[in-house]
C-alpha cells in the first residue's frame, strides 16, 4: 500500500505509515489472535481494554493480562487502559512500560454499559465537564520524566463536528500523540454499529490537528482498507468486527483496488481461506499455552475455551473470506465460486452433522484435516462426546486443558490422556 505524501510520521515504535491496527476488543484481542493478524499484514495491535485502578496496583492482574512480559515478537503494542483519575493512568502506564509495553492508550471511545457505570470511555468523554479531567489525565502522564512511552487517545465524534475539533485540539494540547477517531456518535441504542460512519468527518477533525490520526469504521471488504485512507488522509486504519471475521483483510486490502497481489482475482479475495485462517490460529493458542492453567487469554472472565470457540466461530461466518465475491449479482459460497471457476472443490463437512469418515483416513485429525477436525473441537468445548470412529477415543471437555484443542491439532495420544484423567 502506497505511502500518502503527506502522512505524519506516528510516535517512535509505534511503526510505519500508514498503520494497519488492529483494534482493541474485549474477550478478543488475544496473545494468538494477536500473532495472527500480524503474520497477515497488521502492522500495530491493541490489547483488550484493561482497568488502569487494577493494573497498576495487582501483580495478578497485571500477570493475567500481559504473562510475565510482552515477548519480542509481540510488537507493537499499545495497552489500553479505561481510567478517569490521574494517578491511576500514570501508575498503570509506568506498569506497563516495565513489561515492555510501546505505548499506552486512553480508552475514551467505549460505549457500552459497563463504561456508563464505571464513568470511563466514550460516556466520560461525552460530558464536556469533564475534558478537562481527561486533560489531566494526559499531562500526568506525558509531563512524568519516568514515563518515555507515547500516550494516545481513542474516542468517538462527539454531538457535532465542532465539539469534535475541540475534543481534539484539547487532548493534542495535553500531549496526545496519536488520535484514533470511530466515525459514529455515542448512543444508547443496544448496536452502536447502527449506520455508516462519517469519514467526512473524520477528514475534518486530521485537518484541525497536527498530530497522526487513525481512521476507525466503515471496513467490511478488502478493498475499503485503501478507499477508508484515500478518503481521510489519515496516517492508519484501525478494524475490529470485519478482522475478526477476517484476520488477512489487511494483507487482501494493502495493494489497494487497481493493483492486485496476484493474477488470480478469485485467489487474492479467497486465500487464505477461512479454514486455512482457523487452522492458522490454533496453532498459535497451543503456542501460546491455550492449554495452561496459568495462561488468560482474557482478564474479563471469559475461559480461554471461550475466546477460542467465539473466534472460530466468527472466521467460519458467511461475513468471512467467502463473502468478498459475488457470482450473477448475489452473495455466493466459496463452495459455489470453486465450482463456478473450475477450481477443485474440497469436500466439505456440515457443522451440525457428524464427521464423514468415508472421507477421513486412519485417526489423523491435523491441520490439513480441519475442515472436519474443528467442528470436533467445538463439540468438545460445549461438552458433548464426539465419537471418532469404533476405535477413536471419546474427546470431552475437560476444565481448562481443551481436550478437543489438542484433537484439533492432531495430538491424539495427549487428548486420549486427558479423558482419561
Known sequence: MAKHPHHRPLPLGLGPTPALVMAPMVKQSDRAFRAL??????????????????????????????????????????????????????????AAQAMGADGIDINLGCPQRRARE?????????????????????KECVQCPAL???????IRLQHTLSATIKFAQLLEASGCALLTIHGRKLSGAPK??????????????????????????????PEEVWRNLQCTGCEG????????????????????P?????????????????????????????????????????????????????????????????????????KRSLRALEEATDVEATPRVNKRSDLDLDRTPGKVFGFQKLRQAEPLYVRAY?????QLGAASPVVMQTAVNLAGLKQARGLLDEAEALDRE
Open 37 to 94: 493478524v500480524r503474520a497477515h499484514g497488521c502492522t500495530l495491535c491493541y490489547t483488550e481494554m484493561l482497568m488502569a485502578d487494577e493494573f497498576g496496583t495487582d501483580a495478578m492482574y497485571r500477570r493475567k493480562a500481559l504473562g510475565d512480559r510482552i515477548d519480542e515478537e509481540d510488537h507493537p503494542l499499545v495497552v489500553q487502559f479505561a481510567a478517569n483519575r490521574a494517578e491511576d493512568l500514570l501508575s498503570a502506564a509506568l
Open 118 to 138: 464505571g464513568n470511563y470511555g466514550a460516556w466520560l468523554a461525552n460530558e464536556e465537564k469533564n475534558w478537562p479531567l481527561i486533560g489531566e489525565m494526559l
Open 148 to 154: 518515555k512511552i507515547p500516550v494516545v487517545c481513542k
Open 192 to 221: 452502536h454499529r447502527d449506520g455508516p460512519a462519517d469519514l467526512g468527518a473524520i477528514a475534518a477533525v486530521r485537518q484541525s490537528l497536527g498530530i497522526p490520526v487513525v481512521s476507525n469504521g466503515n471496513v467490511r471488504r
Open 237 to 256: 486504519i484501525m478494524c475490529a468486527e470485519q478482522l475478526l471475521h477476517d484476520p488477512a483483510l489487511f494483507e487482501r486490502g494493502r495493494t489497494g
Open 258 to 330: 487497481t493493483t492486485p497481489r496476484t493474477s488470480d482475482p478469485l485467489k487474492a479475495l479467497t486465500s487464505p481461506s477461512a479454514e486455512e485462517l482457523v487452522d492458522e490460529y490454533l496453532g498459535y493458542c497451543g503456542t501460546f499455552g491455550a492449554e495452561d492453567e496459568e495462561t488468560f487469554f482474557s482478564i474479563w472472565g471469559a475461559t480461554n475455551g471461550h475466546v477460542i470457540r467465539e473466534h472460530v466461530h466468527r472466521m467460519r461466518s458467511d461475513k468471512g473470506p467467502s463473502s468478498y465475491t459475488k457470482l450473477g449479482g448475489k
Open 382 to 386: 460445549e461438552g458433548q462426546k464426539s
